[in-house]
């Protein structure tokens, strides 16, 4: 199969400042690190006395288990189809590795020598060791699946020029992955861990997080378990990983049975406690989840993951005064992103395509260079809940799946009735004289350093609110959502002193009350803006129908509406406009959305067209690999066949080197003997 092509960034007056600068980055990396870079030196081949020019770009899923891997991938750029007038005579692969927190690095000079070293956190120079090896290896699987695209060209568009390569393609690379996990495992924690974890652990690191991933991709179950099942006997924790990937192989009552006995040996392990509050929750026994996830967040009061589990109980139990509780009490942590490069301004970039990967509709309508970008309307550029990621995103859906449950007038009763408002505050303030002892907000949480602030802009309500949009006269600003009133204030409460107002406690009307976290309360805010904007929205269209004249949005306009009823969980609406965005012009992320409609309705055809068109524009920016499409590729393989896929994918009018790269995920299933894929 041939590989994506080669994008450059050029550095022709300061050569190696990309490296430099990456050198000066290692002490402030957090996380799994930044994609590998590779940076050649090239020449003239003539000798004209012209100076040197250096080119790099980044990629992930190389081989990093030795030196001699890595210069095997530098030797493979040695030969550039687009620039036959220079020469490589140098190049420097650069590999971090986050165990031992070393970039760890290879020169290669053409043709000839090859050195091998690494670099700390100061900059300076030591050796590279096997054991730096095994370590530097594990990290580059860990974030070739980190960094991966998941179909909607997020991921692709936040760093130019990155190759993507799959890391494991075949069951021999697969046996040399987790030998490398099951000796380094219970280092993982030294990895970080996902944004919604506050203490990395045993079982909560990058480490885990990519291993349940990998297996999930793949559906290697058996490998999964065979490896689990061997770390358990080092340590019982490992216990929730285990039956996490029973249960992703349909495993249930291995799990459960594995889960009963884990506790009895760790009975406030909280990991264990959640996975089987997430089976009965999955089961329909709210009751049981609701037992299980008390206890887990007993067992673990600081992490978000355990309220948050809890809060989703609540919901599903129709308990939405308790589910509002329990979410006001998540303990948020300031989101931190993967580690992404910093580098210089290149003094130009090529980003090549290759024929294999042209499809004149994903190209057709596409905005060229200096062309100008798309009308946005700046209502919709200031939906603050498109930025949220991390611990916030999570709150916010929550926020949104009980809005879209009950309605957001009923939301806003509730929010009234178990959190102080500051008008009812105000006006008992002003009736009271009585001074007795404080007992206002016990047991509520006292508003958190971390939380405030966090997410820019969330807490900015003038910015979020204040502009009424109306694009279609009178009758659009007609349709409003009540905007939330406001809570009262931790510090308004406590008068800027450590104790509370004596006074308070005769607050008879507030007694069974709790203070409202400020930033559940900015969430309110932007949930109302949100709303706001979809509801003008969605009355505009309908005005617009009913006088039978065309409703005009820009393709960038129409892809931020369909994620705007996606958050807000209007699936048709949001279909709607994906649809409508492609009418327009090619877009991964409204491709991956319309893919969504297809999966519900069990559409083999149309599911295989929109991932034939995403594995294209993937490749088209340079990755060859994408697990979520991958899995679905997969799964597809599973329920329907290899041979009727195949034949699927063979039958669609498109160019043979266009579906050959869809060709190449069914083979990818083929090799790792998937459900399906031997008939």
Same mark, same amino acid.
């Given at each position: 199969?041939?590989?994506?092509?080669?994008?450059?960034?050029?550095? *022709?007056?300061?050569?190696?400042?990309?490296?430099?600068?990456?050198?000066?980055?290692?002490?402030?990396?957090?996380?799994?690190? %930044?994609?590998?870079?590779?940076?050649?030196?090239?020449? %003239?081949?003539?000798?004209?006395?012209?100076?040197?020019?250096?080119?790099?770009?980044?990629?992930?899923? $190389? !081989?990093?288990?030795?030196?001699?891997?890595?210069?095997?991938?530098?030797?493979?750029?040695?030969?550039?189809?687009?620039?036959?007038?220079?020469?490589?005579?140098?190049?420097?692969?650069?590999?971090?590795?986050?165990?031992?927190?070393?970039?760890?690095?290879?020169?290669?000079?053409?043709?000839?020598?090859?050195?091998?070293?690494?670099?700390?956190?100061?900059?300076?120079?030591?050796?590279?060791?096997?054991?730096?090896?095994?370590?530097?290896?594990?990290?580059?699987?860990?974030?070739?699946?980190?960094?991966?695209?998941?179909?909607?060209?997020?991921? $692709?568009?936040?760093?130019?020029?990155?190759?993507?390569?799959?890391?494991?393609?075949?069951?021999?690379?697969?046996?040399?992955?987790?030998?490398?996990?099951?000796?380094?495992?219970?280092?993982?924690?030294?990895?970080?861990?996902?944004? *919604?974890?506050?203490?990395?652990?045993?079982?909560?690191?990058?480490?885990?997080?990519?291993?349940?991933?990998?297996?999930?991709?793949?559906?290697?179950?058996?490998?999964?378990?065979?490896?689990?099942?061997?770390?358990?006997?080092?340590?019982?924790?490992?216990?929730?990983?285990?039956?996490?990937?029973?249960?992703?192989?349909?495993?249930?009552?291995?799990?459960?049975?594995?889960?009963?006995?884990?506790?009895?040996?760790?009975?406030? !392990?909280?990991?264990?406690?959640?996975?089987?509050?997430?089976?009965?929750?999955?089961?329909?026994?709210?009751?049981?989840?609701?037992?299980?996830?008390?206890?887990?967040?007993?067992?673990?009061?600081?992490?978000?993951?355990?309220?948050?589990?809890?809060?989703?109980?609540?919901?599903?139990?129709?308990?939405?005064?308790?589910?509002?509780?329990?979410?006001?009490?998540?303990?948020?942590?300031?989101?931190?992103?993967?580690? &992404?490069?910093?580098?210089?301004?290149?003094?130009?970039?090529?980003?090549?395509?290759?024929?294999?990967?042209?499809? !004149?509709?994903?190209?057709?309508?596409?905005?060229?260079?200096?062309? %100008?970008?798309?009308?946005?309307?700046?209502?919709?550029?200031?939906?603050?809940?498109?930025?949220?990621?991390?611990?916030?995103?999570?709150?916010?859906?929550?926020? &949104?799946?009980?809005?879209?449950?009950?309605?957001?007038?009923?939301?806003?009763?509730?929010?009234?009735?178990?959190?102080?408002?500051?008008?009812?505050?105000?006006? *008992?303030?002003?009736?009271?004289?009585?001074?007795?002892? %404080?007992?206002?907000?016990?047991?509520?949480?006292?508003?958190?350093?971390?939380?405030?602030?966090?997410?820019?802009?969330?807490?900015?309500?003038?910015?979020? &609110?204040?502009?009424?949009? &109306?694009?279609?006269?009178?009758?659009?600003?007609?349709?409003?959502?009540?905007?939330?009133?406001?809570?009262?204030?931790?510090?308004?409460?406590?008068?800027?002193?450590?104790?509370?107002?004596?006074?308070?406690?005769?607050?008879?009307?507030?007694?069974?009350?709790?203070?409202?976290?400020?930033?559940?309360?900015?969430?309110?805010?932007?949930?109302?803006?949100?709303?706001?904007?979809?509801?003008?929205?969605?009355?505009?269209?309908?005005?617009?129908?009913?006088?039978?004249?065309?409703?005009?949005?820009?393709?960038?306009?129409?892809? $931020?509406?369909?994620?705007?009823?996606?958050?807000?969980?209007?699936?048709?609406?949001?279909?709607?406009?994906?649809?409508?965005?492609?009418?327009?012009?090619?877009?991964?992320?409204?491709?991956?959305?319309?893919?969504?409609?297809?999966?519900?309705?069990?559409?083999?055809?149309?599911?295989?067209?929109?991932?034939?068109?995403?594995?294209?524009?993937?490749?088209?920016?340079?990755?060859?690999?994408?697990?979520?499409?991958?899995?679905?590729?997969?799964?597809?393989?599973?329920?329907?066949?290899?041979?009727?896929?195949?034949?699927?994918?063979?039958?669609?009018?498109?160019?043979?080197?266009?579906?050959?790269?869809?060709?190449?995920?069914?083979?990818?299933?083929?090799?790792?003997?998937?459900?399906?894929?031997?008939?």
């Amino acid at each position: 199969m041939v590989a994506p092509a080669v994008p450059e960034l050029y550095e *022709e007056e300061d050569i190696f400042a990309a490296v430099e600068a990456r050198t000066e980055s290692l002490q402030n990396l957090r996380e799994l690190g %930044p994609p590998d870079l590779v940076y050649l030196v090239k020449q %003239p081949k003539s000798n004209t006395g012209r100076q040197q020019t250096g080119v790099y770009h980044h990629v992930t899923g $190389i !081989d990093a288990s030795s030196s001699a891997s890595l210069a095997a991938y530098v030797n493979t750029l040695t030969f550039s189809p687009l620039d036959k007038t220079h020469k490589v005579v140098s190049g420097i692969y650069c590999c971090y590795n986050a165990f031992s927190h070393l970039d760890m690095r290879v020169e290669v000079k053409i043709p000839g020598s090859l050195e091998s070293y690494c670099i700390d956190e100061r900059g300076e120079q030591r050796v590279a060791t096997e054991a730096l090896w095994l370590e530097t290896f594990l990290c580059g699987i860990l974030r070739a699946y980190s960094y991966a695209d998941n179909g909607s060209g997020d991921s $692709i568009r936040k760093i130019v020029g990155v190759r993507r390569f799959n890391p494991v393609t075949n069951t021999e690379m697969e046996h040399k992955f987790l030998d490398a996990a099951e000796r380094l495992f219970f280092l993982g924690r030294q990895l970080s861990s996902d944004p *919604e974890t506050q203490v990395p652990n045993t079982v909560s690191n990058h480490l885990t997080s990519g291993l349940l991933k990998y297996i999930q991709t793949t559906g290697r179950y058996t490998s999964g378990i065979n490896l689990f099942e061997k770390l358990r006997t080092r340590d019982v924790e490992v216990s929730s990983l285990l039956a996490q990937v029973m249960l992703m192989a349909d495993e249930e009552v291995q799990a459960v049975r594995l889960m009963y006995d884990s506790l009895q040996d760790v009975p406030m !392990d909280y990991s264990l406690l959640d996975c089987q509050a997430a089976f009965c929750k999955n089961k329909g026994e709210g009751e049981m989840a609701l037992e299980c996830a008390k206890r887990a967040v007993t067992a673990a009061p600081s992490e978000f993951s355990t309220w948050a589990r809890l809060a989703e109980v609540y919901v599903g139990l129709e308990q939405w005064d308790l589910a509002l509780l329990t979410l006001n009490s998540c303990p948020m942590f300031t989101y931190q992103d993967k580690d &992404t490069p910093r580098m210089p301004q290149p003094s130009r970039i090529m980003l090549p395509i290759l024929a294999e990967s042209m499809l !004149d509709e994903i190209d057709e309508g596409q905005p060229r260079q200096g062309d %100008p970008h798309d009308y946005v309307h700046p209502s919709l550029r200031r939906l603050h809940a498109a930025t949220y990621q991390g611990t916030f995103l999570k709150a916010y859906n929550l926020l &949104t799946k009980i809005t879209a449950a009950i309605g957001w007038d009923q939301l806003l009763k509730i929010r009234s009735e178990v959190f102080v408002m500051e008008e009812e505050y105000r006006v *008992e303030r002003q009736h009271s004289t009585s001074k007795v002892s %404080p007992s206002i907000g016990s047991g509520a949480n006292e508003e958190s350093e971390d939380a405030k602030g966090t997410e820019k802009g969330a807490g900015d309500e003038d910015t979020q &609110t204040k502009s009424e949009t &109306t694009t279609n006269g009178d009758k659009a600003s007609e349709v409003t959502v009540e905007r939330p009133e406001q809570t009262v204030a931790s510090a308004v409460v406590k008068s800027g002193r450590d104790d509370p107002d004596p006074s308070h406690a005769s607050y008879t009307q507030f007694q069974n009350k709790r203070l409202c976290e400020r930033w559940l309360d900015n969430l309110f805010m932007v949930l109302y803006e949100d709303l706001r904007i979809y509801t003008i929205w969605r009355t505009e269209m309908a005005q617009f129908r009913q006088q039978a004249i065309e409703y005009k949005k820009s393709a960038t306009e129409w892809e $931020i509406l369909g994620e705007l009823a996606e958050r807000l969980h209007h699936f048709d609406e949001g279909i709607e406009a994906y649809q409508h965005c492609l009418e327009i012009r090619f877009s991964p992320k409204a491709m991956r959305g319309v893919l969504k409609l297809y999966e519900n309705r069990n559409d083999t055809r149309s599911m295989l067209g929109a991932l034939i068109r995403l594995i294209a524009w993937q490749y088209r920016w340079y990755s060859e690999f994408s697990p979520e499409l991958l899995y679905l590729i997969r799964k597809l393989i599973e329920d329907e066949g290899a041979v009727k896929v195949r034949s699927i994918v063979q039958a669609t009018n498109l160019s043979q080197p266009v579906l050959d790269l869809t060709h190449q995920y069914c083979q990818l299933c083929a090799t790792f003997r998937s459900s399906g894929s031997d008939g």
